[in-house]
């Protein structure tokens, strides 16, 4: 959950480059919980917004410990409740800690599925809804993983690897690079 809210408009390598150290350092919601915030900015600095995302994460994580011992609660409504935490986060938690089908619609998920016609919509929380209703239940979470390795390395966002595509014949965009 840290190393999400660290990737909010950041870079992944950079989030896993950060994440390397501050790993090591915090085992548990109650370390970042007692961790002084100027400390925190200190460790990400790196990162955009590197002050809200030290308050969010430490926020977060003294409301992990008080409300719910120290444990990620498994349930979207008391992970969106999170300083943080918004939907996207909560649905990528649910999915990949819990096991729950769900989307997370994060910046790759919204491009691909915008450029391969699965959604029109720009809102991620509608985005999700139209994903929902085409992908079935039991993929859902590796649908996202799909997505988000074919935008990392193919559909990348300014100069696609149309040619490469190996679902190119799928895209409405065949030609969009030469």
């Given at each position: 959950m840290i190393a999400l809210i660290l990737a909010a408009q950041a870079r992944?390598?950079?989030?896993?480059?950060?994440?390397?150290?501050?790993?090591?350092?915090?085992?548990?919601?109650?370390?970042?919980?007692?961790a002084p915030p100027a400390l925190l900015e200190k460790q990400i600095g790196k990162i955009n917004f590197y002050r809200n995302?030290?308050?969010?994460?430490?926020?977060?994580?003294?409301?992990?410990?008080?409300r719910f011992g120290g444990q990620v609660p498994d349930n979207l409504n008391d992970l969106v409740s999170l300083p943080g935490v918004g939907r996207k986060t909560?649905?990528?938690?649910?999915?990949?800690?819990?096991?729950?089908?769900?989307?997370?619609?994060?910046?790759?998920?919204?491009?691909?599925?915008?450029?391969?016609g699965f959604t029109k919509k720009t809102d991620p929380d509608k985005i999700e809804a139209d994903l929902t209703e085409i992908v079935p239940e039991k993929q859902r979470v590796r649908f996202c993983h799909l997505m988000q390795y074919h935008g990392r390395r193919v559909?990348?966002?300014?100069?696609p690897k149309c040619p490469?595509?190996?679902?190119?014949?799928?895209?409405?965009?065949?030609?969009?690079?030469?």
């Open positions: 992944d390598d950079l989030v896993n480059k950060i994440t390397v150290d501050l790993f090591k350092t915090y085992r548990s919601a109650a370390d970042y919980a007692n995302k030290a308050k969010s994460i430490h926020n977060c994580c003294k409301e992990l410990v008080e909560a649905n990528i938690v649910l999915g990949n800690a819990f096991g729950q089908q769900t989307i997370g619609v994060d910046t790759h998920v919204m491009r691909l599925s915008q450029r391969l559909c990348v966002a300014k100069k490469q595509c190996t679902i190119n014949d799928l895209c409405p965009f065949p030609e969009k690079t030469k």
